[in-house]
């Protein structure tokens, strides 16, 4: 089983949406649990506005103090929301403890880097639990943005995924459908697919990340 942590102590960076959209694409080979510990309870809520249909599970009451006992249940992969903001550091800093991987979402404008990387040396590195950041919401019309992010991530030395996210409306409707990225089809955007296929990158990114790093986190 992988635990891995979805964090970034700024708010709007895409926790939420990286968090129910990985778990869409994974739980398409794996069995996936999604855990809430934000007390904003958003991805709980998108949840619940699916009823029964999201092809992986959601627990919503988790203490972060409990998720150990998560190693004794029948999931492949636990994905653990959690909250923005400065209130969640010491969640944060436990959620850690019982945590494989941490993957932190960001938006690609410099002013978001702030935030980001306090996150990262304040609490990801001293915990010692291996990371990658994944830029997310890239706007496809301004030609550099990526690019431009991309480098000022590589200069401070900020370990992140070769894949991105891309800003697609499609994104924006899951939470308000109920419906995460796999259940979109051709007509309820033309996004769809494209909005698809970035989350298979990184899930596919992600797991041969953890095929090189079997050995150090004890799978
Ligand atoms: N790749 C994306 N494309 C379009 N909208 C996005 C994308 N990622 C996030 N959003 C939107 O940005 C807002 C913040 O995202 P959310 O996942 O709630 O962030 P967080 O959980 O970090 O606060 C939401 O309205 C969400 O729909
Ligand atoms: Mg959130």
């Not at 007390?39 to 709980?44: E, T, V």
């Not at 935030?115 to 990262?120: D, N």
């Amino acid at each position: 089983m992988y635990i891995v942590t979805i964090a970034n102590q700024k708010g709007g960076a895409g926790k939420t949406t990286l968090t129910m959209n990985l778990a869409a694409v994974l739980s398409e080979h794996s069995r996936v649990l999604v855990v809430d510990v934000d007390q904003q309870k958003s991805s709980a809520w998108w949840a619940d506005r699916a009823g029964e249909s999201l092809p992986f599970d959601v627990a919503d009451d988790t203490d972060p103090a409990n998720l150990a006992r998560l190693r004794e249940t029948p999931y492949d992969v636990v994905l653990v929301d959690t909250p923005g903001s400065l209130v969640g550091h010491d969640v944060l800093a436990t959620v850690l403890t019982a945590s494989d991987f941490v993957i932190l979402p960001t938006e690609p404008a410099p002013l978001s880097f702030g935030p980001l990387v306090e996150t990262i040396t304040k609490i990801v590195l001293p915990s010692g639990v291996p990371y990658r950041v994944v830029i997310n919401k890239v706007d496809t019309r301004v030609p550099a943005e990526l690019d431009d992010a991309e480098a000022l991530l590589d200069s401070a030395n900020v370990a992140r995924f070769a894949s991105s996210i891309r800003d697609y409306k499609v994104n924006k409707m899951g939470s308000v459908h109920g419906k995460v990225v796999t259940q979109f089809t051709l007509s309820d955007s033309r996004s769809s697919p494209r909005a698809l296929e970035d989350f298979r990158r990184v899930a596919l990114e992600l797991m041969s990340l953890w095929a090189n790093t079997k050995s150090q986190i004890g799978a």
